[in-house]
């Protein structure tokens, strides 16, 4: 089976290759032509996957990229895997997707299977995407292609996480299209798991993620209580998660950060309000986690009051600036958030990520563009008054900082035999 992917990012490449690894013809559609120019040179631009995963497929003739939208005709089936944002009213921004909609329709050819593949608000397929498709192909849905919707699940640095081996949610216009992209799902993907419409398995995806959301903002809100009572939220976790049942641990931090938690309970938050309804648990999560950042600057001046310091002129390095550990996704970081508050209150920052050797320009952090990572070693640590670990990537030497006399604010628990001027936050 033929099967392009359009959208060659953290959830396009990786499917792109199972597909290619389980036996399937894949063609890789994206605008970005840098993209598809590195892939077809073997190089991959995700840490996480590495060059001899793209070249074997090279080399098997499997896999291409290609920035030319007229190849759909090639093809038996295609997945939209592009990006769905937030725009700056924080209401859904499908400008992509509907986008992509029209760059295919015209060259869609008989008997295709379309899947929808980002994350979106219960109707998005059917109720925007399909009436673009009709009209731009003069097809129908469901006699002369086959629609539907399967969201992603991907786990970005996670090594054990395997494309093939995560179940994957799939609704259908109709029943033939449910079939249809069951048909072109198992080559690659070992559980499926059919649902009733394309609206169920869109609200199945934002499930997932406001259940995230959600959780997370309690321990968030936890972590703040119980810190006033001298308990330590991290240990109070590490002993709940022995509970062989009704509880699965979620972690505090500076804040939420990537591509889905922040965003994408506000797609169901946005749909509900067309309903008449306000999701309440939505708002508050919403609420307790955009307020993580202004508590971890409330910590750090008094870890520098301990030492006679403020924030003013205060030097001060981020340790961490990815949204998650040992990946290289800065998309929505709170680390970013943090460093222009603590800018704004004229301290001199800088960060050290290894993942990030230099903040790219995006839409969210272009402020940030072109600013390098710096060196961290028991030298130059010397040179900060204050470190903030706000993401723990597993190649950070933390003992560094053990050594050094500098205060230390860790928002993520890492540092498990505290010492003076260290500081959970
Ligand atoms: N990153 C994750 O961990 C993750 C997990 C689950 C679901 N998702 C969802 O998957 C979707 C994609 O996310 P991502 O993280 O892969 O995004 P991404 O930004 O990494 O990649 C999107 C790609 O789409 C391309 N693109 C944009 N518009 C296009 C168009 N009109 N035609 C062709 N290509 C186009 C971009 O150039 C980019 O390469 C989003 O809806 C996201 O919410 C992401």
Redesign the pocket.
């Known amino acids: 089976m033929k099967i392009g992917i359009?959208?060659?990012?953290?959830?396009?490449?990786p499917l792109c290759v199972q597909f290619a690894k389980s036996g399937a013809d894949v063609l890789g559609?994206?605008?970005?032509p840098k993209?598809t120019e590195t892939l077809n040179q073997g190089h991959s631009y995700?840490k996480h996957i590495p060059n001899t995963a793209i070249q074997d497929q090279l080399n098997a003739g499997r896999l291409e990229a290609t920035?030319d939208?007229a190849r759909v005709r090639e093809l038996e089936a295609v997945l939209?895997?592009?990006?769905?944002?937030l725009d700056e009213h924080r209401a859904p921004d499908l400008s992509?997707?509907l986008?992509?909609g029209r760059?295919i329709a015209a060259y869609l050819p008989k008997g295709i299977t379309v899947v929808l593949?980002?994350?979106?608000y219960p109707g998005t397929t059917e109720d925007e995407l399909k009436p673009i498709l009709e009209q731009g192909s003069g097809l129908k849905a469901g006699k002369d292609f086959y629609l539907a919707y399967s969201?992603?699940?991907?786990?970005?640095g996670n090594p054990d996480s395997q494309v093939a081996k995560i179940p994957k949610v799939i609704g259908g216009h109709t029943a033939t299209c449910l079939e249809k992209a069951q048909a072109v799902y198992r080559i690659a993907i070992e559980t499926l798991v059919p649902v009733s419409s394309c609206r169920a398995a869109e609200a199945t995806?934002l499930l997932e993620?406001i259940f995230r959301c959600v959780n997370i903002a309690l321990v968030n809100e936890l972590k703040i209580i119980y810190q006033e009572m001298g308990i330590d939220i991290w240990e109070v976790i590490e002993a709940a998660k022995t509970k062989p049942f009704g509880y699965m641990p979620f972690y505090p931090g500076p804040g939420l950060g990537?591509?889905?938690i922040p965003?994408?309970p506000f797609y169901l938050n946005w749909k509900a309000k067309k309903h008449g309804m306000e999701a309440r648990f939505i708002k508050l999560a919403g609420e307790v986690n955009n307020a993580m950042p202004d508590y971890v600057i409330s910590r750090c001046k008094e870890a520098l009051k301990a030492y006679g310091k403020k924030i003013h002129s205060s030097r001060i390095l981020i340790l961490g600036l990815a949204y998650k550990p040992n990946v290289d996704?800065d998309?929505e970081s709170p680390g970013y958030v943090i460093m222009k508050k603590l800018e704004s209150q004229h301290a001199i920052v800088e960060y050290h990520d290894p993942h990030i050797p230099v903040v790219r320009s995006s839409r969210e952090h272009s402020y940030f563009a072109g600013k390098m990572s710096v060196e961290f070693s028991g030298k130059t640590i010397q040179d900060y008054d204050l470190v903030i670990i706000a993401t723990a990537h597993d190649s950070i030497d933390y003992s560094i900082l053990k050594k050094s006399k500098c205060p230390v604010v860790d928002t993520r628990g890492v540092i498990d035999r505290p010492w003076s001027g260290y500081m959970r936050a």
């Not at 939209?80 to 944002?85: D, E, G």
Request: hydrophobic fraction near 25%; proline fraction near 9%.
């Open positions: 359009i959208g060659l990012g953290y959830v396009g490449l559609i994206d605008l970005d993209k995700i920035t939208y939209i895997c592009v990006p769905t944002p992509f997707v986008n992509t760059s593949e980002s994350t979106t969201p992603e699940r991907e786990d970005p995806k993620n990537g591509h889905c965003i994408d996704d998309r």
